[in-house]
């Protein structure tokens, strides 16, 4: 135990590495034609929460690991928020707010009534929560163990950067899972673009939670989205409601609000603390 504590940066690949193991050891074993890009996009609140056990196992875990190493602190649990840092979160959290609204703004641009059945409440529960469990392993893992390790090795701004591009890469499981390649490529270059936000956040705030909260709230409003969706007009369905249904292209990834802003906020960090050694 010491030494995993003492070696943040090999301790937290390794753990990336078991995550990873964790979700394409089922995929590369189970029997199916589907796999590897053979299958089709899982979307709606019943496919998002039908793994509520084994997320909560691995957050379990993950957290048990977190406190054993005494790393609440490294990782951003505990430490005390800047609390006037919290109003850089206010766009990100706008515009998540938002995106479940995106079918509703959709059909009134095209003119439609909007007779789209809602969200069921009944499923906003488990998805509420799944999306918090997800939040809080996920951002545990690479804003929390893997930011910690590198950040005793690089710059933490160039450690933001390598950890977002780690948590891209992570979605290539979904492929492997049977998720066709051009979906899975349009969510590794959000979920990089997202990772440099929710990196941003904690390097301002000094917290880990607004990122938890955040994270999860988009994948909650990207359920809800994708839920309500299947009511609306078949005409509509095959327009761009979804960033994960964006043209996974290069273009489309550099424009990305969440990649600008994290990029504006990593920015605005180095000018702040370079003003601050040049008033030293």
Not at 159 to 174: K, Q, S, Y
Not at 202 to 217: E, K, M, R
Request: aromatic letters at 10%.
């Amino acid at each position: 135990m010491h030494w995993l504590r003492s070696h943040p940066l090999s301790t937290s690949f390794l753990l990336y590495g078991l995550a990873a193991l964790w979700f394409l050891v089922p995929a590369l074993f189970a029997p199916s034609e589907a796999a590897f890009g053979a299958g089709e996009q899982e979307r709606g609140a019943a496919a998002f929460s039908a793994n509520v056990l084994p997320e909560l196992v691995l957050c379990v875990i993950l957290l048990g690991v977190i406190g054993a190493l005494g790393w609440w602190k490294d990782t951003h649990f505990t430490t005390r928020v800047r609390p006037l840092a919290l109003l850089l979160a206010v766009p990100p959290f706008a515009l998540t707010a938002l995106v479940a609204f995106v079918p509703y703004i959709k059909l009134l641009a095209e003119g439609e009534p909007l007779d789209v059945a809602p969200f069921p409440v009944a499923a906003l529960v488990p998805v509420l929560f799944m999306a918090l469990l997800v939040g809080t392993f996920e951002e545990g893992l690479f804003r929390g163990c893997l930011l910690h390790g590198m950040r005793q090795h690089m710059h933490a701004v160039m450690a933001v950067i390598v950890t977002a591009f780690l948590f891209g890469a992570l979605h290539v499981v979904n492929w492997v899972d049977g998720q066709p390649l051009d979906i899975t490529l349009a969510q590794m270059m959000s979920a990089a673009g997202g990772g440099v936000l929710y990196g941003a956040l904690v390097l301002w705030t000094n917290s880990i939670w607004p990122s938890v909260v955040l994270h999860a709230l988009w994948d909650a409003a990207i359920t809800v989205q994708e839920e309500v969706m299947v009511d609306l007009p078949s005409a509509l369905q095959h327009g761009e409601l979804s960033p994960s249904e964006a043209a996974p292209t290069l273009a489309s990834a550099i424009r990305s609000p969440e990649l600008i802003y994290g990029a504006l906020l990593l920015v605005a960090l180095l000018l702040r603390n370079w003003f601050r050694r040049r008033g030293a």
